[in-house]
């Protein structure tokens, strides 16, 4: 059975020499935002593009890249230039609204 495009083995941004999927990867990813967020959408968002973008400029393989950048879109993380940047102005904006809040 050929493995699913989550399955795949590709070299892990984290561990030189070691591999990973990139299921584990955004589950990682997923993880952290979650635990960052202040259950705040923008922040989980902002955070789970900020770690997938940042491991995806750590893989030398072009294809890796691909690999890691189309399982993401597929589990609905869109790490497009557009979307990032649609994010990074959702985020700056809850964060405003945070810190108008704390005032």
Known sequence: M???????????????GETTTPKALIAQAELSAKQSSGLHFEIYEMRGIEQLGEWLKRLDDEREQRILYLAAKRRGWDLSPAHVAAVT?????????IQESQI
Do not use: G, H
Not at 2 to 16: A, E, F, G, M, V
Not at 89 to 97: F, G, P
């Open 2 to 16: 050929k493995p699913t495009l989550y399955d795949i083995r590709i070299q892990s941004p984290l561990t030189p």
């Open 89 to 97: 102005q959702a985020y700056d904006e809850a964060m405003s609204e």
